[in-house]
């Protein structure tokens, strides 16, 4: 214990004398003064969540000191150095209690520089972990509250607002990979208005709710398409609008992150989808006006016309009935401009199998039919 009482009366010294040296020789002073000590817990922050740090921090209480280094009066006021059951102190005291600059160096290894009041951490202050993980900022009752910066190992960096250990309010967040959020948090997650730019060049801006796109939000992908709607646990879900770089856009409805539901496809050449979406695809019922004026209304199945569907031509030709694979298969109606009428079957759009030729001037073909012949 008189060791350890050395240690910190010198650490105080020297962060008093040079600053530079108070950082080497804490980094020392801490691994001398854990060896001095028994007991103690390692307080590792986890990479991504500085809170949980702070309740493995040894934060100091008020016990008497002990061992055979001199104990203060009950109420000293000066500069002087008290060892506690989780560490040692060594600043400034107002009536037996740490109040003014200190600095705390804990069994565990971690130590704080800083300012106290009424034995708690308060006001601008330093903690270090033996990680390498280091908060500076302001404190409040032994938490940190207000402006700081918690700097992690990795190479991550917060800067920004704190309540109560957890990052609350608005702050910036760099990854150690280069990602970065820049908006407010709530009980250490992203929540609320906020901006996360990927170094591939993917920008979202939005709304967050526990860590987790949710809301109305707007998502830019380095590739130039771009999404604006709404999301729900950071996939696109509800009302909302994809660009495509290429020009091409979705206009409706999503779900799990696929178009799903009503929803309006248009292509630059000016061809338009309008109808039922499964899992990204036209799947159910919809109409499609294509770019030179041809009209199909029908069902849909993985993005082809299967099922029953009419098609109607520029030129007034109609085919209504039977389609698979957008193709006229089985039964179904051909009406020719002029006024000729097939009704028959059908396969890979020509008349195949049995039907009835009516033509406006002249006799009804009604028989066999292959690759659009009668045989008879």
Same mark, same amino acid.
């Given at each position: 214990m008189i060791k350890q009482n050395v240690y910190v009366r010198l650490l105080y010294k020297a962060r008093n004398r040079a600053p530079a040296a108070f950082i080497a020789f804490a980094v020392l002073a801490a691994a001398l003064i854990t060896g001095c000590s028994k007991?103690?817990?390692?307080?590792?922050?986890?990479? #991504?969540?500085?809170?949980?740090?702070?309740?493995?921090?040894?934060?100091?209480?008020?016990?008497?000191?002990?061992? $055979?280094?001199p104990a203060l009066a009950d109420d000293f006021t000066g500069v002087g150095t008290k060892i506690y059951p989780d560490g040692t102190y060594s600043g400034d005291f107002v009536g037996g209690v740490r109040s003014g600059h200190g600095v705390m160096a804990y069994n565990n290894g971690n130590i704080y520089e800083g300012n106290w009041d009424s034995n708690a951490r308060s006001g601008a202050g330093s903690l270090t972990w033996p990680t390498g993980d280091v908060y500076d900022g302001n404190w409040v009752d032994d938490t940190r509250s207000g402006n700081g910066v918690f700097t992690w190992a990795s190479g991550a960096v917060f800067t920004g607002n704190w309540s109560n250990n957890e990052r609350s309010g608005a702050g910036l967040m760099t990854h150690a990979n280069g990602n970065a959020y820049d908006g407010n948090w709530e009980n250490d997650q992203k929540s609320g208005d906020g901006t996360f730019t990927w170094t591939n060049g993917d920008v979202y801006t939005g709304n967050w709710v526990n860590d987790a796109r949710s809301g109305p939000g707007v998502f830019t992908w380095g590739s130039g398409d771009s999404y604006s709607g709404n999301w729900a646990d950071n996939v696109r879900s509800g009302l909302g609008v994809l660009t495509y770089e290429s020009g091409n856009s979705y206009d409706g409805n999503w779900e799990n992150d696929q178009k799903s539901g009503l929803g309006t496809f248009t292509w630059t050449d000016g061809s338009v989808y309008t109808?039922?979406?499964?899992?990204?695809?036209?799947?159910?019922?919809?109409?499609?006006?294509?770019? @030179?004026?041809?009209?199909? /209304?029908?069902?849909? #199945?993985?993005?082809?016309? +299967?099922?029953?569907?009419?098609?109607?031509?520029?030129?007034? @030709? $109609?085919?209504?009935?039977?389609?698979?694979?957008?193709?006229?298969?089985? +039964?179904? $109606?051909?009406?020719?401009? @002029?006024?000729?009428?097939?009704?028959? /079957?059908?396969? @890979?759009?020509?008349?195949?199998?049995?039907?009835?030729? $009516?033509?406006?001037?002249?006799?009804?073909? #009604?028989?066999?039919?292959?690759?659009?012949?009668?045989?008879?």
């Open positions: 007991g103690g817990q390692t307080g590792q922050p986890p990479t #991504d969540t500085p809170a949980t740090a702070a309740q493995t921090d040894g934060s100091g209480s008020s016990g008497n000191a002990n061992g $055979t280094a109808g039922d979406w499964v899992e990204d695809t036209r799947t159910g019922f919809g109409v499609m006006e294509y770019a @030179n004026g041809s009209i199909y /209304e029908g069902d849909w #199945d993985a993005n082809s016309a +299967t099922g029953f569907g009419m098609m109607v031509y520029t030129n007034g @030709n $109609t085919y209504q009935g039977s389609f698979v694979n957008s193709e006229f298969s089985g +039964t179904g $109606t051909f009406t020719w401009a @002029n006024g000729d009428v097939y009704i028959g /079957e059908w396969e @890979n759009n020509v008349r195949n199998g049995h039907g009835v030729f $009516t033509p406006v001037n002249g006799n009804p073909l #009604d028989g066999i039919w292959e690759d659009g012949n009668f045989i008879g």
